[in-house]
């Protein structure tokens, strides 16, 4: 059998026979045997840096959230939290249906075992046919409760948009008696 010659490649070539990653092949003294105690001191230390910054970073936001929610638990009420989450649910098509099949179900177990919210709660499953210048009177009013800006998305010079802007109006006006409360800007999304 003959002797199979080796091919020759330039030492320190990335990604050739000669030099390949560090951690693949234990670092640079590492050989056979894997990374030597130094160079995992090293990394030990670089993600020890990072864990500890991110985690002083979540702390932070976690403690920020509780004082949101303990404050609107003050001001709106011991329910309020809840009232969010379901807000936040809501705001999409798929939340809306799990919402709308959760309250369907309230209400047929509720006439099954004869509760008078089954027979008196008169929760319509179909489609919303609130008349298109009621919802958005009602939209409007949301929108000046909520303290955005007066642009109707409907437009100029339709029904829809007169009524918007008079349910913003609505809406402004008792915002105003009760009052404008400057909130604390967003925190920075962390990364």
């Given at each position: 059998m003959a002797k199979q010659k080796r091919k020759k490649t330039k030492a320190g070539v990335p990604g050739e026979a000669g030099v390949k990653d560090d951690l693949a092949t234990g670092g640079a003294n590492g050989g056979h045997n894997g990374p030597t105690d130094e160079d995992r001191q090293v990394l030990f230390h670089q993600h020890f840096k990072t864990y500890v910054k991110a985690k002083t970073e979540v702390d932070?936001?976690?403690?920020?959230?509780?004082?949101?929610?303990?404050?609107?638990?003050?001001?709106?009420?011991?329910?309020?939290?809840k009232r969010f989450r379901r807000a936040v649910e809501l705001s999409t098509p798929e939340g809306e249906q799990r919402v709308?099949?959760?309250?369907?179900?309230?209400v047929e177990v509720a006439k099954w075992v004869g509760s008078p919210v089954g027979t008196q709660f008169s929760f319509e499953l179909e489609p919303d046919r609130t008349p298109a210048v009621d919802r958005a009177r009602e939209d409007g009013k949301r929108a000046g409760l909520a303290g955005e800006q007066r642009k109707p998305p409907h437009a100029?010079?339709?029904?829809?948009?007169?009524?918007w802007l008079e349910g913003?109006?609505?809406?402004?006006?008792?915002?105003?008696?009760?009052?404008?409360?400057?909130?604390?800007?967003?925190?920075?999304?962390v990364t």
């Open positions: 932070a936001a976690t403690a920020r959230f509780r004082n949101a929610c303990k404050l609107a638990r003050a001001e709106c009420g011991q329910d309020a939290v709308r099949d959760e309250l369907g179900m309230i100029p010079g339709t029904a829809q948009e007169q009524a913003h109006g609505i809406g402004q006006e008792k915002l105003g008696k009760k009052g404008f409360k400057e909130q604390a800007p967003p925190a920075a999304a």
